[in-house]
């Protein structure tokens, strides 16, 4: 038998892919270099959206501008109303 040492510190050092298995657990493959998953998770080279991508907004309703514009009605509308009823 060798009494050759095996290094396998770095490779056990190395970040883990942390995906949810079936059984519930984490992966624990290692993950794609730059990537936080596995080349089976969503690692592999060409996978996922491209960065600032617009693909997802369909109408634009949850904007933040969108958003914002319907809190300032809503409290413009709230303060409509209170004026109302202090006037009753
Ligand atoms: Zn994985």
Known sequence: MSDHIRNTGPM??????GAKTRSG???RSPAVRG???CRM???APG??????NQNAR???????DAIAER???????????RMLDEMK
């Open 58 to 64: 369909k109408h634009g309703l949850f904007t933040r």
């Open 35 to 37: 990537k936080k998953r």
């Open 25 to 27: 657990g984490a992966c």
């Open 47 to 52: 996978s996922g959206a491209p960065k600032a």
């Open 71 to 81: 809190r300032r009605i809503q409290a413009l509308l709230g303060e409509a109303r």
């Open 41 to 43: 998770h969503g690692g």
């Open 12 to 17: 056990l050092a190395s970040p883990r892919c």
